[in-house]
């Protein structure tokens, strides 16, 4: 049974930091694509990044050079730390691994 676990989120001011993890068991990490996306109060799921499982990365243009993607194929653990942040960046955050997604874990950003 595929697990992802979500934890990092929570309540910061504009400007500041946040990593999230997502920890996953039951799946074979290392060979799997990862990802994170956001959906904002009243939007639609979008994605924010993805790391294959050779390391490449895609990032949405609204986090370029603020967001940076990364794994620990060790751990089974993909990661996302988020810089710089916005009251815009406000939403609930998911990663995925391969086709399982995570339960979602809220980030707010006050102004």
């Known amino acids: 049974q595929v697990q992802l676990v979500e934890s990092g989120g929570g309540l910061v001011q504009a400007g500041g930091s946040l990593r999230l993890s997502c920890a996953a068991s039951?799946?074979?990490?290392?060979?799997?694509?990862t990802g994170w996306y956001r959906q904002p109060p009243g939007k639609q799921r979008e994605l924010v990044a993805h790391?294959?499982?050779?390391?490449?990365?895609i990032y949405a243009d609204s986090v370029k050079g603020r967001f940076t993607i990364s794994r620990d194929n060790a751990k089974n653990t993909v990661y996302l730390q988020m810089n710089s942040l916005k009251p815009e960046d406000t939403a609930v955050y998911y990663c995925?691994?391969?086709?399982?997604w995570g339960q979602g874990t809220q980030v707010t950003v006050s102004s």
């Open positions: 995925t691994v391969s086709t399982f």
């Open positions: 039951g799946i074979i990490f290392s060979i799997s694509a």
């Open positions: 790391i294959s499982s050779g390391g490449r990365t």
